[in-house]
């Protein structure tokens, strides 16, 4: 999805100028794909995969975890932000999205904070005293997704941090 397909480049860290780079060029979709199996497993407490049976419903939220992740980047990243000729010699294409690929990454681990402070740190309070499940996944869902966003906007824009420095503070 961001090069060509080169397993030596994925799974050689000096594999060389002539594989596929995948650092850092595939940190925002790695970053969409844990945010969204996050997102899934603990926020929207395996739902709605969980009913399908243990092996089912893992394949089921693999594939929803790549559907969203995927969707994501392909729809919202954007790569021009990389000089087209480190582009061009890497290879790399970008979907063409509204959000460079730094800011995208950078976003999502300020949810990935929040969604380890209210789920993790915190077990789901004050989320789990909502006995309705509706109710409990839409709370849930904001209580991570609006702070993330506002955290993130809050280091960017007042702060004046470049996109590397929220996940690193994160």
Do not use: K
Not at 84 to 111: I, M, T, Y
Not at 152 to 158: A, D, K, M, P, Q
């Amino acid at each position: 999805m961001v090069e060509r397909s080169d397993l030596r480049g994925v799974f050689q860290a000096g594999a060389g100028p002539a594989a596929a780079a995948t650092f850092p060029a595939n940190l925002p979709l790695a970053a969409a794909l844990f945010t969204a199996m996050l997102q899934l497993t603990l926020v929207c407490e395996r739902w709605p995969p969980a009913g399908l049976g243990r092996l089912s419903s893992g394949s089921a939220a693999l594939a929803l975890t790549w559907a969203i992740g995927a969707g994501a980047y392909l729809l919202l990243v954007d790569h021009d932000a990389v000089p087209a000729a480190e582009r061009a010699a890497e290879g790399l294409r970008g979907p063409g999205g509204p959000v460079a690929a730094a800011d995208f990454g950078s976003a999502l681990a300020a949810v990935g904070v929040w969604q380890g402070v209210f789920f993790i740190a915190l077990r789901g309070r004050p989320v789990n005293a909502l006995a309705r499940r509706a109710p409990r996944l839409l709370v849930g869902n904001v209580l991570v997704i609006v702070p993330g966003a506002v955290t993130y906007l809050v280091f960017r824009e007042l702060a004046g941090w470049r996109p590397s420095a929220p996940p690193a503070a994160a």
